[in-house]
């Protein structure tokens, strides 16, 4: 990579990477694994755009998922309801 490009998405890296460390310790404290979730660096290096990909997940794990994504929604529809 070019050091100019270099520079140029090193935030998006850094996002990329950080916002990875966020889910794998959120869902971790959810009592969830997703076994092949990573950040796409081949997609970001040639596009600029790194993706996170959160890859293959046995049912179980995205039952869990989903379970946490509706008690937050409520949970936000709770608190932020005036």
Known sequence: MSSMLSR??????????DVLDDLTTVLALGGV????????WEHGRLT?????????????ELLRIVDLLRKGL?????????
């Open 8 to 17: 140029a998405t090193a935030e998006r890296r850094r996002q990329a990477a």
């Open 33 to 40: 694994r997703l076994p092949s979730v990573e950040v796409d």
């Open 48 to 60: 600029g755009c790194y993706l996170v990909s959160l890859g293959s997940a046995r049912a179980v």
């Open 74 to 82: 409520r949970y936000e529809r709770l608190t932020h309801d005036d």
